[in-house]
Each structure stands twice: as C-alpha cells, then as structure tokens.
C-alpha cells in the first residue's frame, strides 16, 4: 500500500506564503491523478486543487484560483501546493491524496490520503 506524507504546514500572517509538499512511498503520481483538499473542524472536507497524472491538466476551486498552484515531480514522487497570498480562511488541515481516475474535485473518488498538515493563518 502507497503512503502518502505531507509537510510544510505551518503558522504564517495574513498575505504570506507557505509551500506544502506531499511525499509518496511509491510512483503513484505516475499513474494516478491527484490532489489537495483542507477541512476545518465540524466542516467536510473540500477541494483545492487537482493535477492530471501527465500535469497536462490542473483544476482550482475558486476560492484559491489565482493564489495556489498544484504541481509535482514524478521522478521525486512527490506533489506540491503553493500557496500565496494566504488568508485567515485559508486555515485549515490540508491532505493530499491520489486517484485512480485522470482527476477529481470529489473527495470520494480518491483512494490514498496522507495524514494532513496544519495550516494556520492569522489576520
């Protein structure tokens, strides 16, 4: 079973940066899409951003559209989110996770999860 490790979360201010990383034990991101999703407490989880498992095809939810970018590296087995512009809204435990499918914006679809960084935004 493929593991998935996600690091870089972290407490930044308002308008910063924080670039998230997601670490596979295998080359799953070869052949599978992936993805970020956050949730917050009592809340379900939600879509950030998804990437095809040849990159040629992103997807944003419009709340980060313009500010984050999905992006990896299949020789490394990793993908990442960079995120910029942050706001308070922003905060959240983020997961990245794989698909079997080209790509998904559904939670459900997804098969692998990691186990979630903070993070935190403050005003």
Aim: proline share 2%.
């Amino acid at each position: 079973q493929v593991q998935l490790v996600e690091s870089g979360g972290g407490l930044v201010q308002a308008g910063g940066s924080l670039s998230l990383s997601c670490v596979a034990s295998g080359r799953i991101f070869s052949y599978y899409g992936s993805g970020w999703f956050r949730q917050t407490p009592g809340k379900e989880r939600e879509f950030v951003a998804t990437i095809s498992r040849f990159d040629d095809y992103t997807h944003y939810a419009d709340s980060v559209k313009g500010r984050f970018t999905i992006s990896k590296d299949n020789a490394k087995n990793t993908m990442y989110l960079q995120m910029n512009s942050l706001k308070p809204e922003d905060t959240a435990v983020y997961y990245c996770a794989a698909t079997s499918l080209v790509a998904s914006t559904k939670a459900v679809e997804y098969n692998v999860w990691g186990q979630g960084t903070q993070v935190t935004v403050s005003s």
